[in-house]
C-alpha cells in the first residue's frame, strides 16, 4: 500500500488511470497494489465516488442528486425523464438504471 497515494483524489486519479491502462478489473488492480478491494472501495466513498464495473472506473454517482433537485423544483415528470436520458447518452450506461428506479419511486408515492 506504500506505492498508493494517500490525498484521496490523487488517489482516484491514480486508480482510474491504472484500471484504464493496465488493469482489466478493481480485483487485479487491488492485488498488484496490495489493498483490500474494500478499503480502496471506502476511501474513494468518502470522496463520493464509486466504483462501476462497466466502464472499469470509479465515477460519482450525481444523476440521484439531479432527480431530487428537480423532483423538489416540481418540475414535470417529462423534464426529469429528459435530463436522465442526456445522461445515458454521455457514455455512462450505468446511469440508466436510475430512470426504472424513479419510476419505481414515482409508483410507490402515488400509492402512498
Known amino acids: 500500500m506504500s506505492t498508493l ?9 491514480f486508480t482510474n488511470m491504472k484500471l484504464r ?7 487485479v488492480f487491488c492485488e498488484r ?6 478499503e480502496l472501495c471506502e476511501r474513494l466513498a ?13 465515477c460519482k454517482i ?9 423532483y423538489l423544483l416540481k418540475c414535470p415528470q417529462s423534464l426529469i425523464l429528459s435530463a436522465l436520458r442526456a445522461f445515458c447518452f454521455c457514455g455512462k ?17 402515488k400509492s402512498w
Not at 450525481?62 to 428537480?70: G, H, P
Open 93 to 109: 450506461p450505468h446511469i440508466s438504471r436510475s430512470i426504472f428506479l424513479y419510476f419505481l419511486y414515482q409508483t410507490w408515492l
Open 46 to 58: 468518502g470522496i463520493d465516488y464509486h466504483y462501476q464495473e462497466q466502464s472499469n472506473q470509479f
Open 21 to 27: 491502462d493496465e488493469c482489466p478489473d478493481l480485483t
Open 33 to 38: 497494489y496490495e489493498i483490500s478491494c474494500k
Open 5 to 13: 497515494p494517500k490525498d484521496p483524489v490523487m488517489l482516484l486519479s
Open 62 to 70: 450525481i444523476y440521484v442528486f439531479l432527480t431530487i433537485f428537480l
